[in-house]
């Protein structure tokens, strides 16, 4: 601003001087030079050729102006001085212009204090955006703390509103993901628990039927030999240990089943299978099991590729499920059967019986919910399997008189039309008649 101010007084007195400069070459005398320097307050010096006296310049100065022929400014007392030669014919007159400092200096105060007023406004602006930007910033970092110790703590319902700068608010939107996730990852890994101990099932089931078929532990009968009656006692404690054994098992279901959200389904395997594949293999195991209870079972439908879009593991445990009950539920000697339908891109798998049946199939199908004092869960885990493909668990009286489970999958290869059990499973029935009894 300064420097402005100096320009525009430097600039004044170069008109001045160019004005006095003008009369000088023109050959003005001592009247028109006298009008020349009228209104100037003195200022204005003209210094004759060979005179350096009369102005507030140094002798000097004046003649070094002259005999250069270039213009000269020097700092004086109160001001400053513009020192212009001015050669008429051969002689070299000086114009001195003198600029005082309150020229040089004006309107510097007002300025400064109008660029203090606008550093305040700006500084103080810059606060309070800063506060405000801050307050957010770290109301929204206290709050994702906050809900942060709360799922360290174990609560998994806390979520956030994410907020402030980008960063911290994609860091709320993480931290919601991440506890959805950890919902979900702790519920499948108790259903999980769950469905593997109700896997146990199966086997143990095998294996108490297999000591059931021992000879009696009584060891308190006569005449029995001492090896017999170690032997005995053996058996005794099998069955006791297999007992427990299921027992354990059972509090270990029901334990973890009570952990899991009544509301939130565990989140489906994905794969594809072959589920006549699949129903060989189980038949296979379950086939010895068979024969030694001396139940007479089919196998419908098996024969050809039939996909299904369900992972393997938990299609084995479905049929597993579904066939331990047959085993556990119905008495030795009764005969079963295992159908495999595929039409309208639906795929059914039925398992009849011939035992006494379900008396209440809808409770029979709730999680949970058992109509033979077990913990409810085979069915369950049939259902879940089958809603993965898309598809559902139905109950009904079979055509061998007890019960019959069908679990409806979507083809794979096919899209589905609207389902029907009967149109599914009905011709399986009619197919019955014929095939060889294993």
């Not at 030795?332 to 595929?342: D, L, N, P, Y």
């Not at 079979?398 to 389902?419: H, I, N, R």
Request: glycine letters at 12%; proline letters at 4%; charged letters at 25%.
């Amino acid at each position: 601003m300064r420097s402005d101010h100096r320009e525009q007084a430097l600039s004044a007195a170069e008109r001045q001087s160019a004005k006095v400069a003008g009369a000088i070459a023109a050959g003005a005398g001592a009247k028109g030079l006298a009008a020349a320097t009228a209104g100037t307050g003195g200022r204005v010096v003209v210094h004759a050729p060979g005179t350096t006296a009369g102005g507030r310049a140094d002798g000097s100065e004046v003649s070094h102006a002259a005999s250069s022929g270039s213009t000269v400014t020097e700092e004086v007392d109160g001001g400053i001085v513009r020192l212009e030669p001015v050669t008429a014919g051969a002689r070299t007159s000086v114009v001195e212009v003198f600029v005082p400092d309150s020229e040089l200096t004006q309107g510097t105060g007002r300025d400064w204090w109008l660029l203090f007023g606008i550093a305040f406004v700006l500084v103080a602006g810059s606060v309070v955006v800063v506060d405000r930007l801050a307050r957010g910033a770290v109301n929204s970092a206290r709050g994702l703390v906050q809900a942060a110790m709360a799922v360290g703590g174990g609560d998994l319902g806390v979520r956030i509103q994410p907020s402030g700068p980008r960063e911290l608010a994609e860091a709320g939107y993480a931290f919601n993901r991440m506890a959805d996730r950890l919902v979900t990852s702790r519920t499948n890994e108790r259903e999980l628990v769950a469905d593997l101990s109700h896997r146990l099932r199966t086997p143990l089931t095998a294996l108490r039927l297999d000591a059931e078929a021992l000879d009696p532990d009584d060891t308190q009968i006569i005449n029995l030999s001492p090896d017999e009656i170690d032997r005995r006692r053996g058996i005794r404690r099998i069955r006791q240990a297999i007992v427990t054994l299921e027992g354990e098992v059972n509090q270990l279901i029901n334990t973890t089943r009570q952990a899991v959200a009544a509301q939130v389904a565990a989140a489906p395997e994905t794969g594809v299978c072959d589920v006549s594949e699949v129903v060989r293999e189980r038949m296979t195991f379950w086939a010895a099991l068979a024969g030694d209870q001396n139940r007479n079972y089919r196998v419908v439908g098996a024969q050809m590729r039939i996909p299904v879009p369900v992972a393997r593991e938990e299609l084995a445990a479905a049929l597993d499920a579904i066939l331990g009950n047959v085993f556990r539920y119905t008495p030795q000697g009764t005969a079963f059967e295992v159908g495999i339908s595929r039409r309208d891109g639906w795929v059914a798998v039925r398992v009849d019986d011939a035992g006494p049946g379900i008396p209440d199939p809808e409770r029979a199908l709730q999680r949970g919910q058992s109509n033979q004092g077990s913990t409810g869960l085979g069915l369950d885990i049939a259902r879940r399997a089958a809603q993965s493909a898309g598809g559902s668990v139905s109950l009904d009286r079979a055509a061998m008189g007890g019960a019959s489970v069908v679990m409806l999958f979507a083809d794979a290869e096919a899209t589905p039309k609207q389902a029907s059990r009967f149109g599914l499973v009905g011709r399986l029935a009619r197919e019955r008649a014929g095939r060889p009894v294993r």
